[in-house]
């Protein structure tokens, strides 16, 4: 589920996988421990994530059993109890090929790569993803992640076509570390997933610019009902410390809600957003038509921490635009709402040590909201693409793991906040994190806070979401070979109080906790 994050570890350690030669005059047999001679043109990797986890969030729906992604308290049913601890194993693999034939001299690539997830015990002899691993195992559950095709036409231009990833940030999303994305641009808090299209990249030393089309939805293919993403995004560099950047993304929606996530639906008014923890605009079943813009700018100091100790990155986004729709018995389409809402984030460190675990980080984050929903023909809250795609924006990276989402997950991907525009209350919050390298390069902890008040109060709640504490300590066995323990706390404020926000129950519900320890191990 949110296979984006390991994924983009694995494409930027191209790490050669070698293949057995056979001799002209046929198969010789496996007499060689070692490969004569690599292949250089098809390249593997194996991403492997397995954890333990114990919490107090569980679904109450029966069938959520597998992915649940969304909102605590939402409509994907999760809810917290002193009655019960959620004890689980999960683990996930995600294989990764690159295929670079020398017949094109390396002006042209193929990339593939595949998910497999479950829980430890879940169920057997089936077809779905999310699961397989009950006694017996033999279930079909490979889903495919990306595949695309990269052209290099020139020097310093790239060309990819296909299934990739679509993402709200101008660098190579085949030859970025993942890190950089959570912590630059707009941090994928309003583009953080896949979707299938075109993107062109002119990448020098001091420019970067990206342009992109992507198919969301194409519904009925004789018809005008489709859910189009058009972006334009450039970043300059200024000196070796300052980057500033900006952009245009823009949705033509004309699908009035056809195709989506499952049974949930998709666009404006469907129950995905309620699923995502999105604005659910009451515009009723006429069919819509709608245009929606994201304008923005965002800089970034010292993004790799080492060139001196302080570091820092923002954006500025404000997003605009009609929804129009057609009643019954009506030919033409009539504007319904008009959208505005504007986010802000500052992200702000200072590295005291010699390694980038020994920091000190603050990030904070503003989004508006709407008091009245879209009574008054407007709404004035922020959006993303978690409207159109579950999960479609992420915004990790800040160290939370309650109150603001973490990326530590394969299943269950469940925090207060899993969208900046906060159900359309909008948020003002943060966190703090401060990290230390116990044994340099080898031995990490982290301590880390946040808290949160939403721009609009619930009716019957207040505007205090409430506070987190968190800790982690990780070791590194070797290379890319790592274990780690989690664990975080989380004070419900009186924001939950109110039956629209609490999953309607008459009190606050029981404050949230979860612990975990995990193993990664990039396998190549």
């Known amino acids: 589920m949110f296979r984006n994050i390991i994924f983009s570890i694995i494409l930027v350690l191209p790490i050669l996988l070698g293949a057995q030669e056979s001799g002209s005059d046929g198969f010789k047999g496996f007499d060689k421990t070692l490969p004569t001679k690599a292949n250089r043109q098809l390249q593997a990797y194996v991403y492997f994530y397995q954890q333990n986890v114990a919490m107090n969030i569980a679904p109450e729906n029966d069938f959520l059993k597998g992915q649940i992604v969304g909102r605590l308290f939402g409509a994907n049913t999760t809810t917290t109890s002193k009655d019960f601890k959620a004890r689980y194993a999960e683990q996930r693999a995600i294989p990764f090929f690159i295929y670079t034939p020398s017949i094109f001299d390396g002006k042209a690539t193929l990339r593939a790569s595949f998910e497999i997830d479950w829980t430890w015990g879940d169920v057997a002899y089936g077809t779905g993803g ?3 691993s009950a006694i017996s195992a033999d279930q079909v559950n490979l889903q495919t992640q990306n595949l695309e095709v990269e052209f290099v036409p020139t020097k310093y231009w790239t060309v990819n076509v296909g299934l990739q990833r679509m993402f709200d940030s101008p660098h190579d999303l085949y030859r970025t570390f993942f890190d950089k994305f959570t912590t630059t641009g707009y941090r994928l808090a309003y583009f953080g997933t896949d979707g299938v299209g075109i993107s062109v990249r002119r990448q020098t030393d001091n420019k970067k610019l990206k342009a992109g089309f992507y198919k969301l939805y194409e519904n009925n293919v004789e018809l005008n009902d489709d859910v189009t993403l058009f972006e334009l995004n450039q970043q300059v560099t200024l000196s070796p410390k300052w980057n500033v950047g900006a952009s245009v993304y823009y949705i033509k929606d004309n699908s009035s809600g056809k195709g989506g996530v499952s049974i949930l639906g998709q666009g404006y008014g469907s129950q995905l957003t309620t699923y995502n923890g999105a604005f659910r605009f009451p515009i009723g079943a006429d069919p819509y038509k709608s245009d929606v813009f994201w304008l923005g700018t965002y800089f970034s100091r010292n993004e790799e921490m080492m060139l001196d100790r302080w570091f820092m990155s923002g954006f500025v986004n404000y997003n605009l635009g009609t929804i129009r729709q057609k009643a ?58 978690n409207t159109w795609g579950s999960p479609g924006g992420i915004f990790i990276g800040h160290g939370g793991y309650i109150l603001f989402p973490h990326g530590n997950v394969v299943n269950r991907f469940v925090a207060a906040v899993t969208d900046i525009s906060n159900m359309g209350y909008g948020i003002a919050g943060g966190t703090v994190n401060f990290s230390r390298d116990l044994i340099p390069n080898k031995l990490h902890s982290k301590i880390g806070g946040a808290t949160g008040f939403s721009t609009i109060a619930p009716n019957g709640g207040g505007n205090f979401m409430g506070w987190e504490a968190n800790a982690k300590v990780g070791y590194d066995f070797g290379a ?18 109110s039956t629209l926000t ?9 404050d949230p906790w979860l612990g975990f320890v995990c193993l990664k191990w990039l396998i190549f």
Request: hydrophobic share 35%; proline share 1%; aromatic share 12%.
């Open 328 to 385: 019954a018995g009506s030919e033409t389409y009539t504007k319904t709402v008009s959208i505005g809402g504007i986010a802000a984030n500052l992200r702000a460190g200072y590295r005291y040590g010699q390694t980038t675990g020994d920091a000190i980080t603050g990030d904070v984050i503003f989004t508006s909201g709407d008091d009245n929903g879209i009574a008054d023909k407007k709404y004035s809250g922020v959006m993303t693409a």
């Open 502 to 510: 609490n999953g309607g129950v008459a009190e606050r519900p029981i």
């Open 130 to 132: 999310n699961f397989g």
């Open 480 to 497: 890319f070979l790592t274990v780690e323990a989690h664990g975080a706390y989380m004070g419900l404020g009186d924001f939950y109080d």
